[in-house]
């Protein structure tokens, strides 16, 4: 009986978070909460040869982010008013597995991004008004965070084909670049350009050394469909990397703003996969996803600037295997998005008695696709 084949590879959560500001009112908006060390959950199967070998794996993804949240009402009038922020981002990661036996193996994660960010209010908006309202746009290219990881089947593959679980542990680096600059316009003197760090969006690390959780399920219901599930969590003890905002600089009720935080990230899946009987090594999967930022760590503090919040998606998925070579592309298409209610949004609702929770922008969809080799 054909055994049907669980192939998962778990992409960055993403999620678009922005926050800007107009005179009194706070509202946020941004981009990218989750960033490139996020993607590499296992591709191994579980049935897999107990001689050793290698798995190198190639992957890219790209979302635009722009339709603004306040917890889950979407700000509409952002379009209209054409004062959306506008994140285009395209990731590309590199990963090599190493199979030490059918039970054990081990991974590094090498991810490099390239974004564009185009906004109003980061060139020439000064305590609460625009100095000018022209749209300009930042950049940063680069390498991100290099995560290392192990892996372990928790029960014996030979006696267990039709279910699974794999529990992973990992390290994440702080080698991606978390205080990345371009200009500002309309910011300086006379209305000159500045350079400055760029939105915490589109820094290419966040600057903390963290540590991730994995857990990989899988289980056959029959010979060609199965559940699968995903479970990843970082955990960055760090509470800021030291990198300026300059949030400050655009009203002085974002003075607990000034300073980058390092934030946790999670993200779950789970769905059913389906192996065609008719054309050999393709499968299909659907199912849910959910990915976001805390409003507190585990562990460590949570002030300073973050963008909390999370995003549900429904993911279709194709997989198509010939021989040592596997295709894959998903696309998660966005339907809750919710952006919730940060530790500097409480604190400056006890400020100023008034309830304060900034917006930001989404993505409707992400565009996941790769390739992965054996051998």
Request: charged residues 20%; positive net charge; proline residues 3%.
């Amino acid at each position: 009986m054909k055994k049907l084949s669980f192939l998962t590879t778990a992409f960055t959560c993403i999620i678009c978070i922005v926050t800007t500001l107009f005179t009194e009112k706070i509202n946020a908006q941004g981009c990218v909460a989750i960033k490139g060390n996020a993607t590499s959950c296992m591709a191994i199967h579980a049935d897999s040869t107990n001689a050793s070998g290698w798995q190198f794996a190639s992957s890219g993804r790209y979302f635009r982010s722009f339709r603004h949240f306040s917890g889950t009402e979407e700000n509409k009038d952002r379009l209209v008013q054409k004062t959306e922020v506008i994140n285009y981002t395209s990731v590309f990661n590199l990963s090599l597995t190493r199979i030490l036996n059918n039970r054990w193996s081990v991974m590094i994660d090498i991810p490099v991004s390239n974004n564009v960010r185009s906004s109003l209010y980061e060139h020439g908006l000064v305590n609460g008004a625009y100095v000018k309202k022209e749209r300009h746009s930042t950049s940063s290219f680069g390498l991100g965070d290099i995560r290392f990881a192990a892996y372990r089947w928790l029960l014996d593959p030979v006696k267990n084909t039709k279910g699974n679980v794999q529990l992973g542990l990992g390290i994440k680096l702080a080698t991606g670049d978390y205080n990345y600059k371009d200009y500002w316009y309309n910011v300086g003197p006379n209305g000159a350009k500045e350079l400055r760090t760029v939105d915490q969006s589109i820094q290419l690390g966040d600057g903390g050394t963290g540590f991730t959780v994995e857990l990989n399920g899988f289980y056959n219901l029959m010979d060609n469909l199965g559940v699968y599930g995903n479970f990843y969590y970082l955990m960055n003890p760090r509470e800021q990397n030291g990198t300026r905002t300059y949030r400050e600089t655009i009203s002085p009720n974002l003075a607990n703003e000034a300073i980058m935080s390092v934030p946790d990230q999670y993200m779950l899946r789970a769905g059913f996969n389906y192996s065609s009987h008719y054309i050999k090594g393709l499968s299909v999967a659907a199912g849910a996803r959910l990915e976001g930022i805390p409003v507190h760590d585990l562990v460590g503090g949570s002030g300073d600037f973050r963008r909390p919040g999370y995003i549900w998606s429904v993911e279709p998925s194709v997989n198509y295997e010939y021989k040592k070579v596997t295709l894959f592309a998903s696309v998660p298409f966005a339907v809750v998005r919710n952006r919730t209610q940060s530790v500097t949004d409480k604190e400056n609702s006890i400020t100023r008695g008034v309830h304060v929770q900034g917006d930001a922008a989404f993505a409707d969809y992400t565009i996941n696709v790769g390739i992965s080799t054996r051998f």
